[in-house]
C-alpha cells in the first residue's frame, strides 16, 4: 500500500478508502485511475523487470482495488479473488493443512456449506458446523485444537449474531486462524480485524460492487505475512480477479458509505410498515430491541444494523405466493446489497439444498422470507410493500 499512514490531521480511513487511486496518474493526470487490461508487460532487457509481469500473479488495475479494501477493512494488504467462494477457497487453501480441522456457523452461507462439506466427504480436511451464536457451544468446540475458524455474522437469514472478539480469542486458543466472512455488514458497518480477526473475506459481488452486475471476491489479511501467504496461494491456484471486474468493483466501492446511508433509511421505514401490519407475525433484524443480538450488534457494528432483515407471514407458503405476485416494485430474486430491493424466499431458493430437517433446525419455515432493501424511494417501497402484505392477509 502507497498510502501514507492516517494522522490525526489526515483523512479518515473511510475518505482515504473510497479515493484510492484518484489523480495518481503521472502520464495523463487523469482524475479516475485507467483500467489496464494487459495480460503482460515488458521486460527492459533481462534484468529490467518492472512491477508487474504477469496479470494473473498481479494487475494494476486488481491492486488498486485491494488497496481500497485493505484501507477500509483496516488490513495489512488484500487479495481480489473472482467470487465469493474463490476467497473462501482461497482462506481454506492457505490456512488447513491436509487433515486439518475447521470450525465454521451451522447456519453459514449455503456455497461455503457445500465447500466443506465436499471437501471433508473426500477427505481433504475434517469440518465441525457449530451454532457460533451460541457462547457455550462455540467455548466448547474451541476446546480441541483447529486450524481454522470461519465466523459470519450477521448469519443468514434469521439475523443471528455471533459475538467476534470471543470466539476470536477462544479460536486463537485452539490455534486457528480465524476468518469472518463480512459479506453482509461491508466494512461500512462492521471491521471484524478490529475485534481481533485474522482475516476478512468478502463476496464483492454484494454490498461492495453494489450494483449485481460483478460476481468477484477479496480476503484481506490484518498482517503483512498472512497477506504475502495469500497472495502466493492465489496465483499458484489462479484465483484472482480480472482488471475489468476490479475497475467496476472499485467504481462501486466508491458509493459504499452514501449506498449504506440510503439502505439504512429505507430499512427503517420497511421495519416500521412490517411491525405493525397484522399479516407479520415475527421481524427478525438487529436494530430492533427485541432482537436477541441487538446489544451485541450494537457493540459490534459501529456502523450501523444493516439492510437485510427477514420476516415471517401468518399464512405459510399460500401467503408466500400472494405476497411474491402483489410486488410490482421489488424483485423476487437471490443475492443481496445491490441498489434494487430484492425479496427471497430461502426455503426455496437459497436454502432450498438444506433437507427439511435441517430447515427446521434453523429457524428457515415455509412462510419466512428475507428481504435486502434497496436504495431506490423509500416511500415507493413501503407501498409496494404494503400492498403486497395486504394481498397476503386476504
Ligand atoms: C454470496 C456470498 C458468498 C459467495 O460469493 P460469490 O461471489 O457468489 O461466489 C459467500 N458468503 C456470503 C455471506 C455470501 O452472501
Redesign the pocket.
Known sequence: MTEPEATSTSPSQQTRGLRTGLDRDPAKQSVVPPIHMSTNYTFRGLDGRGEFDYSRSGNPTRALLAEALATLEGGADAVVTA????A?TLVVNTFVPAGGRVVAPHDC?G??WRQLQWLADKGALSVDFVDLTDPEQARRALQSPASLVLL?SPS?PLLRLTDIASVSAWAHEAGAVVAV?N??CSPALQRPLELGADVVLH????FINGHSDV???AVIAASAAHAEELAGWANCLGLTGGALDSYLTLRGLRTLDARVRVHWENTQQILDLLREHPAVTAVHHPSLPTHPGHALARRQQPGGFGSLLSFELAGGIDAVRRFCDGLQLLLLAE??GGIESLVCHPASMTHASMPPHVQQAAGITQGLLRMSVGIEGGDDLVADVRAALDRAAQ
Open positions: 467470487s465469493g467462494m474463490a473462501v452461507y456455497g461455503s459470519e443468514n466472512d459479506t453482509f463476496s464483492t459481488t454484494k460476481v468477484g471476491g443475492s443481496l
